[in-house]
């Protein structure tokens, strides 16, 4: 038997696409989108609705495969070419994006997403990052429906599936929109996601996220972080700036470019902490087929993605990643 017909097992970064039948479809299509982190678990923003858990969680890479392969669906493995360390590298800013708590049984999903009472830790933090915007706890807005729909009316810091919500509001922005080209606005999200790590929070706690975008924003921090190099842009008073200031930031880059001028109403951003930011983002808001910034598979505007644009991506030629194979019961991959 050749080395290639050996089962192997994940390593991190590998993106695995989970093929099922949607509501009224006979075919089977891709459906969800999870990677590989370390230590045989993989990452994902999911919904298991049978117990009320809506948010991102590492979960045990073989109990996942069994309850799903199982049912004769399959799981696709697609690996990045020479991307071993950029693959580490992205499963790292997943796993400190993702639910403290592991499953590793289907039980669980249960007790990581029942209710507890408010952290306080988390609503002082909050308030400590945000004293110069004025904003207090009271701002932090309940999980609508469309944000995560099993979990209504819990507040934020509220639940533990709540570091990274999942949003099917976010999933059908991504289902109906055109898929964003990337730009300095598409460049400055990416950091907004480093600095989340750097302040240790969830993604994107307030608004939540798709499982494929999840797994975008993964490898485009990842690869923010392999360009910033040993004398990183990013000091702690950028990465403070960046975390307390984000709306105004946003106001500067509204007409999606890097503009000379910042206006009275945005002047208070002036000095070297914001010089740094914009020498950052016009490092990464360029074309990154030509940059080498990203694999080409992940170029795009997360925002705007869905399950089936970051697939045909993946499947392009020159997306960066090639099939491994699909995934056995116990999560071994085989040709």
Not at 60 to 69: D, E, H, I, P, T
Not at 83 to 108: M, Q, Y
């Amino acid at each position: 038997m050749d080395g290639k017909s050996q089962p192997q097992a994940l390593q991190p970064g590998d993106l695995l696409v989970y093929w099922g039948k949607l509501p009224g479809e006979d075919r089977m299509v891709p459906s969800h989108i999870a990677m590989a982190g370390m230590d045989g678990y993989i990452l994902h923003n999911t919904i298991a609705s049978g117990s009320q858990f809506a948010g991102a969680v590492k979960h045990k890479a073989s109990v996942a495969a069994k309850a799903y392969v199982k049912e004769e669906r399959k799981i696709e493995v697609y690996r990045l070419k020479g991307g071993g360390e950029l693959g580490k590298s992205a499963a790292r800013f997943g796993e400190a994006w993702v639910d403290p708590h592991t499953i590793n049984s289907g039980n669980d999903f249960g007790r990581v997403g029942k209710a507890t009472d408010p952290n306080p830790e988390l609503v002082r933090k909050y308030n400590e990052e945000h004293a110069a915007t004025g904003k207090t706890h009271s701002d932090f807005k309940t999980l609508t429906p469309e944000m995560n729909p099993w979990l209504k009316g819990a507040e934020i810091g509220q639940f533990r599936g709540g570091k990274s919500p999942y949003s099917s509001g976010r999933l059908e922005t991504g289902q109906k929109s055109e898929a964003m080209t990337w730009d300095v606005k598409s460049a400055f999200r990416v950091v907004k996601a480093y600095v989340r790590t750097c302040k240790s929070q969830g993604l994107s706690p307030r608004h939540g996220t798709s499982c494929d975008q999840f797994v975008m924003y993964c490898y485009q921090a990842a690869s923010l972080s392999s360009i910033l190099g040993p004398d990183c842009l990013l000091t702690q008073e950028t990465i403070d700036l960046v975390a307390a200031r984000p709306k105004q930031i946003k106001l500067y880059l509204n007409d999606g470019d890097l503009k000379k001028d910042l206006g009275e109403d945005l002047k208070d951003l002036q000095g070297p902490a914001f010089d740094r930011l914009k020498t950052v983002l016009e490092r990464i808001s360029g074309d990154p087929a030509k940059t080498g910034f990203l694999p080409q598979a992940l170029s795009t505007d997360a925002k705007t993605s869905s399950v089936e644009k970051l697939f045909k991506k993946i499947l392009e030629p020159d997306s960066g990643f090639v099939k491994e194979g699909s995934l056995t019961p116990d999560a071994a991959i085989i040709q």
